[in-house]
Nanobody, 127 residues
């Protein structure tokens, strides 16, 4: 059974840091493209960061230089290190996986390029 479980969200003040985790089971993270998306109330879900099976990464302009995506293949877990957080980073953060197309080369940024989603973890940044 395929499962993706996010953790690490919480409430922090502006300038603080959080590290999100996404523990995957039922498939191999190292062969997949993985990503993080976020959705604020009243807004569409948007791309934050992606990583491909070769370790290449991609970031939304709004988080470049502040967020870092990584994965631990031994633990089959994806991470998002978020530094210098801003109130506009407040959102529900979702882990995403592209699992059904074999070995994934080239990080993906579109919603419809992913076929598996976690349940989300809330990040709230206060000013």
């Amino acid at each position: 059974q395929v499962q993706m479980v996010e953790s690490g969200g919480g409430s922090v003040q502006a300038g603080g840091s959080l590290r999100l985790s996404c523990a995957a089971s039922g498939y191999t993270v190292s062969r997949s493209c993985m990503g993080w998306f976020r959705q604020a109330p009243g807004k569409q879900r948007e791309f934050v960061s992606g990583i491909d099976a070769d370790g290449r990464t991609k970031y939304a302009d709004s988080v470049k230089g502040r967020f870092t995506i990584s994965q631990d293949n031994a633990k089959n877990t994806l991470y998002l290190q978020m530094n210098s957080l801003k109130p506009e980073d407040t959102a529900m953060y979702y882990c995403a996986a592209r699992r059904l197309w074999g070995y994934c080369s080239g990080p993906r940024s579109r919603l419809n390029e992913y076929d598996g989603w976690g349940q989300g973890t809330q990040v709230t940044v206060s000013s």
